[in-house]
């Protein structure tokens, strides 16, 4: 337990029951932010990676990365879970979603180290998750539509998006 988190400091104890249960609303937390969505193509603009990153930030580098891997998998056996109530792994934009298990890390890794104790530094590792999580997104996406394109509709337009979120 690290009692700088969120997570911790609303629910002291600990165990597999508690972890679980954080997990599981966590989930549900980004599969609603993922229906706040501007439409764009291949990936829309949602709200996901606000709570990916605020997921990281309040429940700390593991019950972060498991509750975005729990939102990944929920996804993939066909809930309807992602932007516009898709589901499946076959999505052009599946990538990102793999990128939020590794913000959510990155971002509570580094609020488990006193980062959300300073807004310069948690603006920092926001903006670290956020890029963090595009690595995997733009792999995936490219494989799907070619390097330069993804780089045109994955990165670009979310850009400034992202800034807003991190702030």
Not at 129 to 156: E, M
């Amino acid at each position: 337990m690290n009692a700088s988190l969120l997570s911790d400091r609303l629910w002291p104890q600990t165990g597999l029951a508690r972890n679980a249960v954080l997990a599981v609303l966590g989930s549900l937390v980004v599969a609603a932010a993922a229906q706040v969505t501007v439409p764009m193509q291949p990936v829309p603009m949602t709200l996901q990676s606000l709570a990916v990153l605020m997921i990281g930030a309040a429940y700390g580098s593991r019950l972060g990365a498991a509750t975005l891997a729990l939102y990944a998998l929920e996804g993939a056996i066909g809930l309807p879970v992602f932007a516009g109530f898709k589901s499946g792994f076959m999505l052009a934009s599946f990538g990102y979603v793999l990128g939020f298990i590794a913000a959510a890390y990155v971002v509570g890794y580094l609020a488990e180290r006193g980062w959300d104790k300073s807004m310069p530094k948690m603006f920092a590792a926001m903006l670290l998750g956020a890029a963090v999580l595009y690595v995997p997104g733009l792999i995936w996406l490219a494989a799907w539509i070619g390097w330069d394109k993804a780089i045109q509709v994955g990165l670009l337009p979310f850009l400034v998006g992202d800034v807003v979120k991190a702030a």
